[in-house]
């Protein structure tokens, strides 16, 4: 499946549940927040159906994120499921890892592939700052026992001016321990996030560098997506950026995105895309949910335009939309 600027779409992003264990301040409110009643979400029967019908159109790769994805009852059947479908080669998973350290053998089983990991910081107080709770300990858990099944991880950090400078280094100096990719991403001015600064990776590169011999990395091994990465000199992980802000990737996009209620989403920025569950639940057959996802996708956006004035603009909070 191709939109319409050519792009080939073949990794789709599933948030099964809105519903998080944390409450990360750039992310969703620390209280107040109204979730989506159980008949709103998807099920797992309307969730696999259209990814069987994306996997028709050409997707290959899935990520289930969330909201928090372990915390959904049975998460790990619907791995199985998902993993079972004609023409999907990969299922991975974004998580806070809190869940994780015990899920994560049947989750293997189940065919999960890999896992990314968001972690902030790896002092216990900056991180309760940022999510509200507890949780280093947790979420290294998780990645040492998921990197013993042999799952791929990866570790995201999203830098906040203020709050977690100090922790960059340290959460970097991971990747001498561990053959794990350390990625830092740029925060985007979505949702709660509009209301803090980001850092850009280039500054990041900087704060790094004066500690770390770090070279570019051409290793291109599971590359799928817009990372670049550095290596510290004879380090088994590396050091991974991702700059919506400052290095705009739109042009190589080849993502679209499910949300937990069923709305087909085309860029993270627009809030352009269909209803898919109205149309499933509407009694579409496949042939006619095929047409209507074919026909969004000529509609998805070239590019974001954070910081510009658009009546198109997401107004979704990123636990809603996944990430
Ligand atoms: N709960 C899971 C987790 O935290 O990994 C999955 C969902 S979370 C929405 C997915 C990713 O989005 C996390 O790595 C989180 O740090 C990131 N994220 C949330 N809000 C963001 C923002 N405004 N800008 C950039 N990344 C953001
Ligand atoms: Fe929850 Fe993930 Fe959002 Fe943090 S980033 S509040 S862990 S959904």
């Known amino acids: 499946m191709k939109d319409g600027s050519g792009r080939k779409i073949e990794y789709l992003r599933v948030s099964v549940t809105d519903k998080c264990n944390l409450r990360c301040a750039y992310c969703m409110p620390k209280d107040g927040i109204c979730s989506l009643s159980h008949g709103e979400i998807l099920t797992f029967e309307e969730i696999v159906r259209l990814t069987r019908i994306l996997a028709d159109l050409g997707v290959r790769r899935v990520r289930l994120t969330g909201g928090e994805p372990t915390v959904r009852r049975d998460f790990t059947s619907l791995v199985r499921e998902i993993s079972l479908i004609h023409g999907i080669e990969e299922v991975v998973m974004t998580s806070n890892g809190l869940l994780l350290e015990e899920m994560a053998p049947a989750l293997w089983e189940a065919g999960l592939k890999g896992v990314n990991i968001s972690i902030d910081a790896l002092d216990e107080e900056v991180y309760k700052e940022i999510t509200g709770s507890c949780g280093v300990k947790k979420a290294l858990g998780a990645m040492e026992k998921c990197l013993a099944l042999g799952m791929k991880v990866k570790l995201n950090c999203v830098p906040v001016r203020g709050v977690n400078e100090e922790q960059l280094l340290p959460l970097a100096m991971l990747t001498k321990s561990y053959p794990v990719d ?142």
């Open 182 to 323: 350390v990625r830092f991403i740029e925060l985007m001015p979505l949702g709660c996030g509009a209301a803090f600064k980001g850092i850009p990776s280039e500054e990041i590169k900087g704060i790094l560098s004066a500690e770390l011999k770090l070279k570019e990395d051409p290793c291109k091994e599971g590359v799928k997506g817009p990372a670049t990465y550095v290596r510290g000199e004879g380090f088994p992980g590396r050091i991974g950026f991702i700059s919506p802000m400052t290095g705009k990737f739109c042009e190589s996009c080849n993502r679209i995105r499910l949300t937990s209620d069923g709305f087909l989403k085309l860029c993270l920025y627009s809030s352009k895309g269909i209803p898919l569950r109205d149309l499933l639940r509407g009694g579409a057959d496949d042939g006619k949910l095929k047409a209507a996802v074919a026909g969004a996708a000529l509609q998805k956006p070239e590019g974001h335009f954070f910081g510009e004035e658009d009546p198109e603009r997401e107004v979704k909070r990123m636990n809603e939309i996944g990430g």
